[in-house]
């Protein structure tokens, strides 16, 4: 790759403006008449303010993007979420709320004392919702990482109302990746204060639409509560597993260390960023808990070495077995250390010489026996056919844990993956569909079978996909009887973003809708037909 490329790609973040109406897609090949709906994408729109740079790939501010699909038209539309964040930092021009990666500016017009006093005064927590949107009863909510939520019209894009769970739940945020049953109840899960002022993990459930029209977010509960390893410093959790009757938690050597959060952010200009850190001795632990009636399994102490984690493939329990499939970043240096923006918009060979620091990806699989007889010390007790994971009973009643690895390329992450949910999630499956990241670039979609371990890969020249989204044909009997939907991006051309849509089975294309204008990165979203 030349230097070119890397003025092209960067591109993806850049700035760019909200649109006063939806925009009409040019067309080639044929859209499945079946397909009609709304693809909602969240992503960073805005890179800087008062021409300060926001600093991180997690700090531009959110704007949704909606690809509509009626009749074989697509329309494309996209407007910035004005969430407190972003509608401060246009009023002051200047970053008024502490985002994940770039300090707050300091009011001008305020002097030492009443700086001083505003920061007694309690912290602001950012609401810029670029990482995800879902639905929760018959609402849809952009969202971050922390305790509020913003809630958004999808046909208008227009900005509703700014939750804050707080109000609700005992929690300090909720991640971005809930799980949603098929009657629209929803769970998640987040760090909180448990007993004696030690941290711990709440996961809590958010009930279905309601019939007396009231707000379900208001009927939220904690179900379960899982304890921290380190009293002081949760883990960094970004999504959890869930089969029919168990929570798996995953806790990671990426700690949040509270009282470096707390005295960091009166001191200097600290950020979220500033208040991570590794612990190099835990490896990585895994927590069960049942689901109804829901109950930690504290005799279960599972343990492995070391990975970052971001993303759950999938979970499912088979013959006293779970089975839990994810994407992992080898070790305890933490990935987000590389996802600056300054890292990602480097010359080609110096994005890649970063990425050789980098943790190294790899999709694994790890398999948890429910059943734990004392008598197997030293034996693995993973007696499922089809894997190579093990699980060893140790003297202290530990469980060591091995995966089997799934998808392994150096520097080649399969990374936001997804299933076909409403059919898979939490159940037995054959296929995951992920966006593949090149030493941290998107440059192809892949299909993995996690049986067979066999790829599919569509990749086209100069070509920033995101992550694809598995849709269903309606009445479909094979697991991967749908299409993917992506946002693609190629700086060069004259319509620069795309919808792709490919036939989920091959992975080929079927259509793709144009438009005229350049779409910056996009991290998570949702289909609604």
């Known amino acids: 790759s030349t230097n070119q490329e890397t003025v092209e790609i960067n591109i993806i973040f850049e700035t760019v403006e909200e649109l006063n109406e939806p925009i009409p897609a040019k067309v080639t090949g044929v859209l499945p008449s079946w397909l009609g709906g709304s693809l909602l994408r969240m992503g960073p729109g805005l890179f800087e303010v008062g021409g300060e740079p926001l600093h991180h790939l997690f700090d531009g501010q959110a704007i949704i993007h909606k690809f509509d699909l009626k009749n074989g038209q697509v329309t494309y539309y996209r407007k910035f979420i004005k969430t407190d964040a972003y509608v401060r930092a246009m009023t002051e021009n200047r970053v008024v709320i502490t985002e994940f990666g770039t300090a707050a500016y300091a009011d001008p017009c305020k002097n030492i004392f009443s700086r001083f006093f505003t920061y007694f005064r309690g912290i602001e927590v950012t609401d810029n919702c670029l990482v995800n949107i879902y639905p929760i009863g018959e609402d849809f909510y952009a969202v971050t990482e922390t305790n509020y939520i913003t809630k958004v019209d999808p046909d208008s894009l227009e900005t509703l109302k700014k939750v804050d769970l707080c109000k609700y739940i005992s929690v300090n945020g909720v991640t971005a990746h809930p799980h949603t049953e098929a009657d629209g109840t929803v769970y998640n899960i987040g760090n909180c204060f448990g007993k004696n002022m030690s941290l711990a993990y709440n996961i809590v459930r958010i009930p279905p639409a309601q019939k007396d029209k009231s707000d379900p977010v208001e009927k939220s509960q904690v179900v379960v509560q899982l304890p921290s390893s380190e009293r002081l410093k949760p883990s960094y959790v970004h999504s959890f597993g869930m089969t029919e009757n168990h929570f798996v938690f995953v806790e990671q050597p990426v700690k949040i260390n509270l009282l470096k959060f707390l005295s960091a952010w009166g001191l200097r200009g600290a950020t979220y960023m500033d208040c991570f850190e590794s612990n190099e001795s835990m490896g990585t632990w895994f927590h069960l ?26 979970t499912y329990e088979d013959q006293g077995f779970i089975v839990v499939d994810l994407c992992t970043w080898k070790g305890h240096d933490f990935v987000y250390n590389y996802l600056y923006l300054s890292n990602l918009r480097q010359e080609w060979e110096a994005v890649k010489e970063a990425a050789m620091r980098a943790p190294q990806p790899e999709v694994r699989r790890y398999v948890l026996p429910l059943d734990i007889h004392r008598e197997e010390q030293g034996k693995n007790l993973v007696s499922l056919p089809y894997t190579t994971a093990t699980a060893v009973l140790h003297s202290d009643g530990t469980i060591w844990l091995e995966p089997e690895v799934l ?44 049986n067979t371990k066999e790829t599919w890969v569509w990749q086209e020249e100069e070509c920033y996909p995101s992550e694809p989204l598995f849709v269903p044909t309606p009445g479909a009997t094979d697991e991967d009887d749908g299409v993917l939907l992506s946002i693609v991006v190629k700086p060069g051309a004259d319509r620069p973003g795309f919808l792709l849509v490919l036939d989920a089975m091959k992975l ?20 609604k037909p």
Do not use: M, W
């Not at 399994?297 to 971001?310: G, Y």
């Not at 593949?436 to 079978?449: E, Q, T, Y």
């Open 289 to 314: 808990a049942t689901k109804d009636p829901a109950g930690y399994l504290s005799s279960h102490k599972f343990r492995t070495s070391a990975f970052n984690l971001f993303h759950h493939i999938n």
């Open 508 to 527: 080929t294309e079927i259509a793709r809708a144009e438009v005229d204008t350049i779409i910056p990165v996009t991290l998570h979203g949702t289909y």
């Open 407 to 450: 998808f392994s390329g150096p520097r080649q992450a399969f990374e936001f993956p997804q299933i076909n949910y409403s059919r898979c999630c939490g159940k037995k499956y054959s296929f995951a569909y992920g966006l593949g990241l090149n030493h941290f670039i998107p440059d192809r979609i892949v299909k993995l079978n996690v």
